[in-house]
Nanobody, 127 residues
Framework: QVQLVESGGGLAQAGDSLRLSCAAT????????MGWFRQAPGKEREFVAA????????YYADSVRGRFTISRDNAKNTVYLQMNSLNPEDTAVYYC????????????????????WGQGTQVTVSS
């Protein structure tokens, strides 16, 4: 079992950058594929970005591709989401998710692929 704790959310203005972090407990972090999802007010939770267990493969939602970067540091049991050129449409609660995998270079985009979820961190972007 793994526990996930997100941090780094907050208030930003359009055009600003924020970096979210997700710290995971456990000694086998490198066997977990990771993902970021977000839920805006009144909307369903949606996929943002995902990274494979070893970090060699990533995938992004069209809405964030080119602006957001997902990365991980397996030595620190942490996955990051660097968010640049933020706009008000990025306002949401951002969730980190994890699942074990035996396929080290595979990324998972579906929410129901993930087993473990963090509590979320709020990102608010003003115009």
């Amino acid at each position: 079992q793994v526990q996930l704790v997100e941090s780094g959310g907050g208030l930003a203005q359009a055009g600003d950058s924020l970096r979210l972090s997700c710290a995971a407990t456990g000694r086998t972090f490198s066997s977990y594929a990771m993902g970021w999802f977000r839920q805006a007010p009144g909307k369903e939770r949606e996929f943002v970005a995902a990274i494979s267990a070893h970090g060699g493969s990533t995938y992004y939602a069209d809405s964030v591709r080119g602006r957001f970067t997902i990365s991980r540091d397996n030595a620190k049991n942490t996955v990051y989401l660097q968010m640049n050129s933020l706009n008000p449409e990025d306002t949401a609660v951002y969730y980190c998710a994890a699942r074990t995998t035996s396929i080290s270079n595979f990324v998972y985009r579906a929410q129901n692929s993930y087993v473990y979820w963090g509590q979320g961190t709020q990102v608010t972007v003003s115009s």
